[in-house]
């Protein structure tokens, strides 16, 4: 059967975009290979690269144009909302295997990566009584820098915390003066850098030439929801000393992350749903979902949302690879933070699911 590949070539975030298309591209290799499997994947790839306007024509084009009906890709979360219509006018599926910032649940989308329940949240848990709490947020001017400030906002508060700078630069925008002067004279605990593809590389940049003033010591800490292996060679040596959060790290030092292993899992999670039953590529998702359930098929996504659970785990980046400080168990995503019950370390949102 035909499934699509959306994901850009070229542009401001394309290491993300090929560490995804190498995932999927691998999970379709491991798939059709599996004696055990009764199904096979043949790809029907459109590269829209890295311009927002080709992510909506593409995908139609490739729902229109072949038999697909379940497409793997985009990375920002402007591309994916970007699809959405047309998933709906062609009765198509997402599978978006890159971390998101919530407040969503389409019909036509399965969110294979993590959600702020499953990074951010424990990420500002395990900082804010162990490196301070005073925060300066950075991000790229659209939704994931929007809403990772404002529950990061939320969270420093709620801890009798404090925010000192909130800004946000245009997604590629690497002029960053104003924001190194900042820093400079506010002197946080930590970032948290939301800055997607060149625009987060330079702030690194610019970061690790800051620490090295008279006065201004190791300097902050930087955090970070959406950093990966797959960005350590762009951002080189800069990078050092992150700390990032989410379900997966290489555990052997590869170049991959948790983009492409995300990406694998999801092709292979699609072969799951599909195997011993035909033609079930044309169910909605949520069908989809409820029916493998009560015939066995082990749960991943939840068929209320359509989200992962996921292991939360925090990492990091030392000598060029990301080492493990926490880890939490798999977390039953939360993509609108209702949750209440049993707060970890006092936070009302963070809810650990066995």
Not at 99 to 108: C, I, L, Q, V, W
Not at 123 to 144: D, F, H, T
Request: aromatic share 8%.
């Amino acid at each position: 059967m035909d499934i699509g590949l959306l994901l850009s070539g070229s542009g401001m975030y394309a290491a993300l975009a090929r560490a995804s298309r190498a995932g999927v591209l691998r999970g379709v290799d491991e798939v059709n290979a599996d004696p055990r499997l009764d199904v096979s994947f043949r790809v029907v790839e459109r590269d829209p690269e890295g311009r927002l306007d080709r992510y909506a024509p593409l995908c139609r084009e490739i729902l229109r144009g072949s038999e697909a009906r379940h497409i793997f890709g985009c990375i920002t979360s402007a591309s994916r909302k970007e699809v959405i219509p047309e998933l709906e006018r062609f009765d198509g599926v997402l599978w978006y295997p890159v971390p998101y910032e919530g407040f969503e649940a389409s019909e036509h989308v399965a969110y294979m990566h993590a959600c702020p329940n499953q990074h951010l949240l424990p990420l500002l848990e395990w900082v804010l009584p162990s490196l301070g709490k005073r925060a300066y947020l950075v991000g790229s001017n659209y939704i994931w820098g929007w809403e990772m400030a404002r529950i990061a906002r939320e969270r420093v508060m709620a801890a009798a915390g404090e925010v000192l700078g909130d800004r946000y630069l245009p997604v590629g925008d690497t002029d960053l003066d104003h924001i190194i002067q900042e820093i400079r004279v506010l002197k946080p605990d930590f970032i948290l850098n939301s800055l997607v593809g060149d625009s987060s590389y330079a702030f690194l940049a610019r970061l690790a030439e800051l620490k090295q003033e008279a006065g201004f010591d190791k300097g902050p800490t930087v955090l970070s929801c959406n950093f990966t292996e797959c960005e350590i060679i762009s951002a080189g040596e800069a990078a050092e000393g992150l700390v990032s959060a989410g379900p997966w790290f290489e555990p052997n030092g590869g170049s991959g992350g948790s983009f492409h292993e995300m990406s694998r899992q999801s092709v292979h999670e699609l072969a799951r749903l599909l195997h011993g039953r035909p033609r079930a590529e044309l169910l909605p998702l949520s069908e989809l979902l409820r029916s493998a359930i009560s015939s066995g098929h082990k749960r991943r996504l939840d068929p209320e949302h359509h989200h992962a659970r996921q292991p939360a785990i925090i990492a990091r980046l030392e000598n060029g690879r990301f080492r493990e400080i926490k880890r939490l168990p798999a977390l039953r995503a939360d993509p609108y933070l209702t949750a209440r019950s049993h707060p970890v370390q006092g936070s009302p949102w963070l809810k650990v699911v066995p």
